[in-house]
């Protein structure tokens, strides 16, 4: 037996052993496998490679010979100061190579983010946190319509060879950080890395930009708000149309003649607006809207107001063309814009693209300047299927119970456990909800579209003949494309798929039993459409394109048509100026100038008595009367002007609201009172000009009263608010103060679920702020100017025949870190441009390899030789 | 706590061996622990090896730790430590200079990366606020550094707890100075 203290001291060793190797395995168990949501801190943390790696992506390229396989000859890559690449490439799938290839190297997160979110895979990355939408999408179905495109792509067709080509650059390119181990910073941390990218990658991407801009819930927000609200008044405040007399400047009046397909009525009031849809149907409605809310992309057609014009003739200097674009797509950094110049035989393109898609989506070539902004259709009909609970699995289309198709996916979860999903899909497309009958949704964007092989046909496009032939096969999304070429024609073409249905309303919930499907589409030729108009300019700014006499069925006023007042303004300064040269173009797109301000502030003093009025709001009221109508972020009677149209519009509309209890929480972003609502501004606008006294000014239960006691009201409110949250000096309510911009970083839109672990908080404190963001002729927009052009042509042929500037608010790489993170914001911001990196600037590295990369080298700006 | 004693013991008092019982002392008092030779603090302790030698020891640990950490070893902190462990009873070193030994080869071997990465021209201040927003730390750069560094302090001074307790287990204290002495 041992002495006491021998054992004693036996006891101790062993459990200092014991503890030491306790503690020696829980610290090395976090560091290698982490804890819960806590990433593996090891691997993340090594100095030498995890998230710290990703400096080395922050670095600016430097002049280098890299080997790219998949290459068929020589590609030169040359950058400027600003981080802008030209490509020069001797074949056109090399030149797809070189372009996905640059993508990956700038923006490989968001790549990765942007195919996760379109084909349902987010929550592999982010955890549960991505469910909700993955579940969606898969319902939904990019992936599906992805596949399917691919699927039916001949193998030897131009767009398989250039996506195939895409895809071979950017696993280039991933080749080299699993090589490297020097991967961007987010996957270091959530230890899920990206994995080759395929055509399909490409082309769901495509269909995740067509579900931003051209998927509508407008049919189940017309459900809710027809069943609380009742049917007469939600048409009269959200009608299909607002006729002549509203002020939405139509970029071409027409006639338009029905040619084909079904026609529907063109002008709907309450009188013929259909039944209130069952409270099931609403009920289901409600179901899909809480699935849509919660889509990582945020909720679609929001983006309206993108806006672009084109002048030719005596307007323009050298009477050419010219072409000016301010597209808006979400507002995010890295910015979803990536500039760049193409340059291969036959293919010599400058503009904006987006990362995943091989195409320039709006540029110039040697001919001809195009843009692309979204208008504002309905591309989604819902329906209500009829189903039995003696038939499960079934429904009932054109007098025959039909089986639902089903298909399964499995949802991977990182952190928990693999979800399973099972989709079922009608003749009209995937069912989105069962609570209350099956629900389903039949959406243009659904169906394959060639933009890809229309977007390479335009980049070789020489005249309007060609752009337009292009266009024929555009479905998905609807945009409204703008044309100017080196001869001096302009021309818009609406292109895209718009549904039409012989029977039924589509701006509701439709039955699903045959009747009220869609019947087909507007016929190419009759879409809206202007060529070399007699004024010499077209304008578009997400307004409905034609007058109501145009004889097909768009959309309603719930769609988010702009409300007129930009093109207006558009249009008023280009018909006060004639030569226009390049200086001075920017003005329409930078003005903070508010028309709508400017129509209703004097509406406004007339109806406040001053006598009445306390001296705050006194200086308030002075301050509106001495107003130029600019939204300027240090003006603070814009402020002013905000804060009350908010109260007017609330102080209208929200007793209402709370009367029917209209559910806004099922879908907040449509369905609250607020005045980022066009359609309400629009009304209310327009009553207070012209209706002063409608109904529904006097609250419900309440005296009848006209629109100046609201006004009224709704000025003191707005006083009493500002001063609440500003002080008590209304010189002091800078409009900055009240609504600071701020972009979020692309990781907090789609990676929520990383716990708020987002760039966002850091890049807030930059406090970048974003001028337009309240000068949309909306008081308090919510609007996100992205990529802005200006292309004149001076002549005809040559590249030297134009001139073209651009600017986005970001900078070409992705990485904070990176010096082209942010370096094009300032310039944006301050209303300034850059030049377009040229077409045809970069030699062309002959396939014997003999000759060097043209001016780039010697230019002392990077430039990269990739051989094969 | 004594054992209890037996009568037969008790019988055998006072004659030849009975000095050996020695289980006869007060009940419920400890034995006194054999003096410890005198060691007084002013005098130099006595180590294996030249002072030089485990100095470069010290600046190999550290070169080990960064060499692995750009060759993607994150885990040999610990294992320095744990070798540091080891050695510190056949050197004679206390925890007290072998704590913040294995600490400051720990921290410099990272922060030798991180310092000759930012020389290469890296630009590890705006990553470590980009790891800092990703893994919700305080924004600034000094936090990601130091979070950094505390792993690799972590996993050196776990190391070196267990390289120690093993040691002191399999040779208890003396056990390899009497085997130097052979």
């Known amino acids: 037996m041992l002495p006491d203290r021998r054992r004693w001291r036996l006891s101790r060793q062993v459990s200092n052993v014991a503890v030491a190797l306790c503690a020696a395995v829980a610290v090395l168990g976090v560091c290698a496998a982490g804890l819960g949501t806590l990433p593996a801190l090891g691997p993340l943390l090594d100095p030498g490679h995890g998230a710290w790696a990703a400096a080395s992506g922050g670095q600016p390229p430097v002049s280098q010979t890299l080997t790219l396989p998949g290459l068929v000859a020589p590609v030169t890559v040359s950058f400027d100061d600003a981080g802008l690449p030209a490509i020069g490439a001797a074949d056109r799938t090399d030149s797809a190579l ?126 809710v708000l027809a069943r609380s609200l009742g049917m007469a008044r939600t048409m009269s405040w959200f009608p299909v149309s607002f006729g002549t007399g509203a002020g939405q400047h139509p970029y071409d009046p027409g006639p338009y003649h029905a040619s084909g397909v079904a026609r529907i009525a063109k002008t709907m009031t309450a009188g013929n607006a259909g039944a209130v849809p069952s409270a099931a149907v609403a009920r289901a409605a409600a179901a899909i809207l809480a699935q849509t809310s919660a889509l990582a992309s945020g909720p679609a057609e929001g983006y309206s107001t993108g806006g672009a014009w084109v002048a030719n003739g005596p307007k323009v200097a050298g009477g050419r063309s010219v072409l000016a674009e301010d597209a808006y797509l979400p507002h995010t950094w890295p910015s979803v814009w990536f500039e760049v110049a193409i340059s291969a035989p036959g293919f010599d393109v400058t503009g904006a693209t987006v990362p995943g898609i091989p195409g320039v989506l709006a540029g110039h070539n040697r001919h001809i300047a195009w843009s692309l902004t979204d208008t504002a259709n309905q591309a989604a009909l819902f329906y209500a299927e009829r189903t039995s609970s003696t038939r499960p699995g079934r429904y009932l289309w054109r007098g025959r119970w039909r089986p639902m198709r089903r298909v399964r996916y499995t949802i991977a979860v990182r952190g928990a456990p693999a979800r399973h999903l099972t989709v079922l899909l009608t003749v009209h497309g995937p069912v989105l909800s069962q609570a209350g009958p099956a629900v389903s949704v039949d959406w243009m964007g659904s169906l394959p579209s060639p933009d890809i092989s229309v977007l390479a046909a335009i980049g070789a496009a020489r005249d309007f003949g060609q752009f337009r032939a292009a266009l024929r096969s555009w479905r998905a999304p609807a945009q409204d494309f703008l044309y100017a070429d080196d001869r001096g024609n302009i021309a818009a073409i609406s292109a895209g798929y718009y549904p039409l249905v012989r029977h039924g309303r589509p701006w509701l919930p439709m039955p699903g039993t045959g009747a009220d499907d869609v019947a087909g589409v507007i016929p190419f030729a009759a879409l809206p459409h202007s060529y070399d108009p007699p004024d010499h300019v077209i304008v578009t700014a997400g307004q409905r394109p034609v007058s109501a006499s145009y004889p097909y069925y768009i959309g309603t006023t719930a769609n988010q048509f702009g409300p007129g007042c930009r093109v207006s303004q558009e249009y008023s300064f280009l018909a006060a100026r004639s030569r226009l040269r390049l200086s001075g173009l920017s003005v329409p797109q930078t003005s903070l100038a508010d028309q709508f301000a400017a129509r209703l502030v004097p509406r406004l003093v007339a109806a406040l008595r001053p006598a009445r009025l306390g001296p705050v709001q006194h200086e308030a009221l002075a301050l509106l009367r001495g107003w130029d ?86 000025f003191k409110t707005a006083v009493a608010s500002l001063r609440a949250r500003l002080g008590g000096s209304p010189a002091g309510w800078m409009l900055r103060r009240l609504h600071p911009s701020q972009s979020p970083v692309l990781a907090d839109r789609a990676v929520s679920g990383l716990a708020d672990r987002t760039v966002s908080g850091w890049q807030a404190a930059d406090g970048y702020e974003t001028p337009d963001d309240t000068a949309s002729c909306v008081p308090v927009g919510r609007q996100e100017p992205g990529w802005r052009m200006i292309v004149r042509w001076t002549g005809a042929g040559a590249a030297g025949g134009v001139m073209a500037e651009g600017a986005y608010p970001g900078g070409q790489n992705e990485n904070p870190a990176s010096p082209w993170y942010a370096n094009l914001i300032a310039d944006w911001q301050n209303g300034l441009y850059l030049p377009m990196p040229a077409v045809g600037t970069v030699g062309l590295v002959r396939a014997s390899g003999s000759s060097g990369v043209g001016g780039a080298a010697g230019s002392g700006s990077p430039w990269w030789e990739l051989r094969p | ?109 990272w922060g030798l990366v991180l310092w000759l990465s930012a020389l290469r021209g890296l630009p590890i201040g705006p990553t470590a606020q980009v790891i800092a927003a990703l893994l919700d730390l305080p924004a600034g750069a000094a936090g990601t550094v130091a979070v950094t560094l505390l792993v690799s302090v972590a996993q050196g001074l776990t190391g070196l707890w267990l390289g120690r307790a093993l040691v002191a287990w399999q040779w208890p204290p003396g056990s390899l100075r009497a085997h130097r002495r052979r």
Do not use: C
């Open chain 1, 98 to 223: 070189a372009l996905g290839y640059l993508h990956a190297r700038f923006r490989l997160t968001q790549l990765d983010l942007l195919r996760r979110r379109a084909e349902g895979r987010l929550s592999a990355l982010v955890g549960p946190a991505g469910l909700a939408s993955d579940t969606l999408e898969l319902r939904l179905g990019l992936l599906r319509t992805a596949r399917q495109e691919w699927a039916r792509l001949p193998a030897r067709s131009q767009t398989a060879e250039l996506l195939t080509a895409y895809a071979h650059g950017v696993n280039d390119y991933l080749d080299q950080v699993r090589a490297d181990r020097q991967w961007p910073a987010l996957f270091s941390v959530a230890g899920v890395y990206p994995a080759d990218w395929t055509p399909v990658d490409s082309l769901a991407v495509q269909g995740e930009l067509t579900q931003q801009l051209d998927f509508t819930t407008t049919p189940l927000d017309y459900a």
């Open chain 1, 629 to 714: 109508h600019s939204m300027d972020p240090g003006s603070a009677a814009a402020a002013i002007w905000s804060t009350f149209w908010a109260a007017y519009v609330d102080a209208t509309f929200a007793p209402w609201w709370q009367a029917a209890k209209v559910p806004v929480r099922w879908d907040p972003a449509v369905l609250t009172v607020s005045a980022s609502q066009l359609t309400l501004d629009q009304v209310l606008a327009h009553w207070t000009l012209a209706d002063r006294s409608n109904a529904a000014f006097s609250a419900p239960g309440e005296a009848a009263r006209t629109a100046v006691p609201v006004l009224r009201a709704a």
């Open chain 2, 1 to 109: 706590m004594s054992r209890p004693v037996g009568r037969a013991e008790v019988d055998r008092l006072g004659k030849r061996g009975s000095y050996r019982l020695g289980g006869l002392s007060q009940q419920g008092t400890a034995r006194p622990a054999p003096p410890r030779p005198l060691r007084p603090w002013f005098t130099r302790p006595r180590h294996a090896g030249t002072p030089a030698g485990w100095l470069l020891g010290a600046v190999a640990g550290t070169l080990a730790i960064a060499g692995g950490a750009a060759a993607g070893l994150w885990y040999l902190p610990f294992a320095v430590g744990l070798v540091t462990g080891f050695v510190m009873r056949w050197g004679g070193w206390r925890f007290r200079v072998t704590g913040p030994a294995v600490l400051a080869m720990s921290a410099a071997g």
